[in-house]
């Protein structure tokens, strides 16, 4: 019974690297949509009282950004390093790709642009109803671009990975850099201490890490973070 209840579930890397993720269920994800939705209406507020004395000028660039904050919204928070808006964020909540690796742009994209579809007949109602209808809880814009939406906690490397202080990187990495250290750090239990150290040395710049003086640093670094990516913080 246990079982039959529990929605986690496995998903594989392009490199082999099991993940585990928990989809987030209806409630949440309603939680959340309603704090995005408080926050696009003050943006948008906030840009109708900035233009307004623009006159016919300034209600046409209105017309730009209530676009601009109603599709584009979504799509510019999910691709940074967290992966989610400020209501799925304040939800623990994060979108990611069906593999369990960082949503892409043309992901990201089309999820949110399908909510036009997910809106019908009213007040999203087939994508309500998709949801009910999944144990992976996907609306059909997440059916249609392969992503999911997730408790940013729960995304987990099967297997034991080294304990490392959770350290942000130097600059925002892109889905494959991420993807390139957490296949490292997952490997860790199966190569010995030297490869893990000499791999670690040798891919430190090409995903923006300053290489120390000593290589067990880079490496306890670069484990620090693979912890943050995957949603560890101090």
């Not at 690796?101 to 089309?110: D, G, R, Y």
């Not at 906690?153 to 990495?173: C, F, Q, W, Y």
């Amino acid at each position: 019974m246990s079982a039959s209840l529990d929605t986690r579930f496995t998903a594989e890397t392009p490199e082999g690297i099991a993940l585990a993720l928990r989809p987030a269920g209806v409630v949440p994800r309603f939680y959340a949509f309603i704090i995005d939705g408080f926050i696009r209406m003050v943006l948008f507020f906030l840009a109708a009282f900035a233009l307004d004395r623009l006159g016919g000028f300034g209600a046409g660039v209105i017309l730009i950004a209530f676009f601009a904050i109603e599709w584009l919204y979504p799509v510019i928070f999910e691709l940074t390093l967290a992966g989610a808006t400020p209501g799925k964020r304040s939800l623990g909540l994060r979108v990611v790709m069906d593999s369990g690796l960082p949503v892409t742009p043309a992901a990201s994209l089309l999820r949110n642009l399908m909510r036009s579809a997910d809106f019908l007949p009213f007040a999203y109602g087939f994508g309500f109803a998709a949801m009910l209808m999944r144990s992976d809880f996907k609306r059909i814009g997440d059916l249609a671009a392969g992503t999911l939406v997730v408790y940013a906690k729960s995304v987990t490397l099967h297997g034991p990975l080294p304990e490392a202080p959770p350290e942000a990187p130097d600059r925002p990495l892109s889905p494959r850099e991420q993807a390139a250290v957490i296949a490292w750090a997952a490997r860790s239990s199966r190569i010995t201490e030297a490869r893990l150290i000499e791999l670690a040395t040798l891919a430190a710049p090409g995903v923006g890490m300053a290489g120390q003086a000593d290589s067990k640093l880079t490496a306890q670094r670069m484990l620090g973070v693979a912890q943050w990516l995957l949603g560890k913080r101090r």
